[in-house]
């Protein structure tokens, strides 16, 4: 048998110096040839599997999707580059410390060949790598890829709809069943659920409509016309997880939450006073027309409902 020092020795398939016709079909298919050519294949092989199946999972997803199928491409896709990853890690990376007595500095012709020939041998390892860095880098394109496809399900953007309701200026205050409310509608201490005309099917718009004692009331700046005849309006869609607010203690002026005992004060720009709500209910600034019907000045001073991603 010829051992490696024998000049009459054939080059090993795997070794840098094979001969290329004499490779195996999987090494010339690839490319990877070399004493790690097998893992390196396998290594190869996986990522080109993840590749195609992130690439197979984008293609799903745009065809109309189908969850069980974008699953178990998700799956293999992932577990190929994870398989990918601890084979390189385990077989192609360097393991252990090498150390060795510095000597003299200058290098002698011998250790200058030396030097040329690792070089020259090291080559094939230098190219596997690049391609093997270039498959890695396909696959995770192609998982991102796949990625970004599923971006289109979180729906439009919202723009202001968050902000803004149903309300309009000049909008007249109607009850369910589309009759306008007037001034005379309610005695004090009375309470209706009121909405914006020709659009009581706005769930973002619901009003309680609470009636108190004009002298009573304490409004914030700004806010000192927007309760005509002692007339409240405020949104019934609750600060704390947007329940509705539905019940009105005329006793105590205080409208109730009955989700989580939420209470806020009507006479107080309807601030919270007990439950977990910490911001005060949106109010509605009314105005009485030429006709003694209620109307909005506008929509509410801030936006329903609990808080949000955009909201402080």
Same mark, same amino acid.
């Given at each position: ?9 054939? *080059? ?5 110096? &094979?001969? *290329?016709?004499?490779?195996?079909? &999987?090494?010339? &298919?690839?490319? =990877? ?8 294949? @396998?290594?190869?092989? =996986? ?40 084979? %390189? ?57 796949? /990625? ?11 723009? @202001? ?7 309009? *200026? ?15 509608? #309610?005695?004090?201490?009375?309470? #209706?659920?009121?909405? *914006?005309?020709?659009?009581?099917? &706005? ?16 409004? @914030?700046?700004?806010?000192?016309? %927007? ?12 600060? !704390? ?11 105590? !002026? ?5 989700? !989580? ?25 009314? /105005? ?6 209620? @109307? ?17």
């Amino acid at each position: 048998m010829a051992t490696p020092s024998d000049p009459n020795a054939e *080059p090993a398939l795997g070794g840098p110096d &094979a001969d *290329p016709a004499l490779a195996s079909p &999987a090494a010339q &298919a690839t490319g =990877l040839r070399g004493p790690n050519a097998a893992t390196e294949r @396998r290594v190869a092989y =996986l990522l080109v599997v993840a590749t195609v199946t992130a690439l197979a999972l984008a293609g799903v997803y745009v065809a109309g999707g189908q969850p069980q199928a974008e699953g178990a491409l998700l799956l293999v896709s992932l577990g190929s580059i994870g398989a990918a990853l601890v084979l %390189w890690a385990k077989r192609l990376l360097p393991e252990g410390e090498v150390t060795d007595e510095r000597g003299s500095l200058p290098s002698d012709e011998e250790e200058l060949e030396a030097v040329e020939e690792a070089i020259g041998a090291g080559e094939v390892f230098f190219t596997q790598r690049r391609r093997l860095l270039g498959l890695l880098t396909a696959a995770g394109g192609a998982l991102g890829l796949a /990625a970004l496809f599923p971006i289109r399900s979180l729906g439009p953007d919202p723009g @202001r709809s968050l902000e803004t309701t149903a309300w309009e *200026p000049g909008d007249r205050l109607v009850d369910e069943e589309g009759r306008p409310i007037g001034v005379g509608t #309610l005695a004090v201490g009375g309470v #209706l659920t009121v909405f *914006p005309e020709g659009k009581q099917q &706005a769930g973002d718009s619901q009003v309680m409509l609470v009636r108190v004692e004009e002298r009573l009331l304490r409004p @914030r700046r700004g806010r000192e016309d %927007w309760s005509p005849q002692g007339y409240v309006a405020y949104s019934k869609i609750c600060t !704390h997880v947007g329940c509705p607010v539905g019940l009105y203690q005329a006793t105590t !002026h205080e409208l109730l939450c009955p989700c !989580h005992q939420s209470t806020f004060d009507v006479l107080d720009g309807a601030r919270p006073r007990f439950g977990p709500a910490t911001r005060s209910l949106p109010q509605l600034p009314l /105005a009485v027309d030429a006709d003694g019907f209620l @109307r909005a000045r506008d929509d509410f001073d801030e936006p329903v409902g609990p808080g949000y991603w955009k909201r402080g």
